[in-house]
């Protein structure tokens, strides 16, 4: 198993370019999220999705699209990047039998100049 | 609404020190989870242990050891004899039953040198 994997790993934009971050999982996890990480503020929850078609809103989803066409792909549309979007973000998958334990990707670095 | 509180911004400590990484956490909910991972320099987040919030009993896997208490609402973690691998920084989290989402600490830097 790959487990959730994360393209690309680095990736510099201008302000007003858009872009998506590609994630994927190979567990079968119905349960998948997108945080982004920030210095000194840990890991804040962007979007979330229970299972495919069926996707809301974390506590920082502002800027941010999803859809969830199929169990495996999650992936993170950035419409018309800001440089407050610079971060790291991550994705996570869960199953319903794992106690919420979530198991994230590698990462993607994000800067916007 | 829940929250995580790590008040340690950053730890420096040398080689075979024990170290204590506090965490505090809020939540109205009865049945919850709480974890700790690692995030070492190179970026990704290790899991290392998850606390149901109906077993109170601390846990010690190899140097590591884990203090969960109700009363005090903290889920304290600790390094015995530290080693400079241990250099990261460490999350506390907490989720809900029923909801998947992970509310994060702020993290803890551990500098361990040698």
């Known amino acids: 198993n790959a487990g959730v994997t994360q393209t690309p790993k680095f990736q510099v934009l201008k302000t007003g370019q858009s872009m998506t971050l590609q994630c994927a999982q190979d567990m079968n996890h119905e349960y998948m999220s997108w945080y982004r990480q920030d210095p000194g503020m840990g890991l804040r929850l962007i979007h979330y999705s229970v299972g495919a078609g069926i996707t809301d809103q974390g506590e920082v989803p502002n800027g941010y699209n999803v859809s969830r066409s199929t169990t495996e792909d999650f992936p993170l549309r950035l419409l018309s990047a800001a440089p407050s979007q610079t971060s790291v973000y991550f994705c996570?998958?869960?199953?319903?039998?794992?106690?919420?334990?979530?198991?994230f990707g590698p990462g993607t670095r994000l800067t916007v100049l | 609404a829940q929250k995580v509180t790590q008040a340690q911004t950053e730890i420096s400590v040398v080689e075979k020190e024990d170290v204590t990484l506090d965490c505090v956490y809020e939540?109205?909910?009865?049945?919850?989870?709480l974890f700790w991972y690692k995030q070492p320099p190179s970026g990704e987040l290790v899991f290392l242990i998850r606390r149901n919030s109906f077993d109170e009993q601390n846990e010690i896997s190899g140097r590591y050891s884990w203090n969960f208490q109700k009363s005090t609402s903290s889920f304290n973690f600790t390094i015995t004899a530290s080693q400079v691998v241990d250099s990261a920084v460490y999350f506390c989290?907490?989720?809900?039953?029923?909801?998947?989402?992970?509310?994060f600490g702020s993290g803890t830097r551990l500098q361990v040198q040698p």
């Open positions: 989290a907490l989720s809900a039953a029923g909801r998947r989402a992970l509310t």
């Open positions: 939540t109205r909910d009865t049945t919850y989870y």
């Open positions: 996570a998958s869960s199953s319903g039998t794992s106690y919420n334990e979530q198991f």
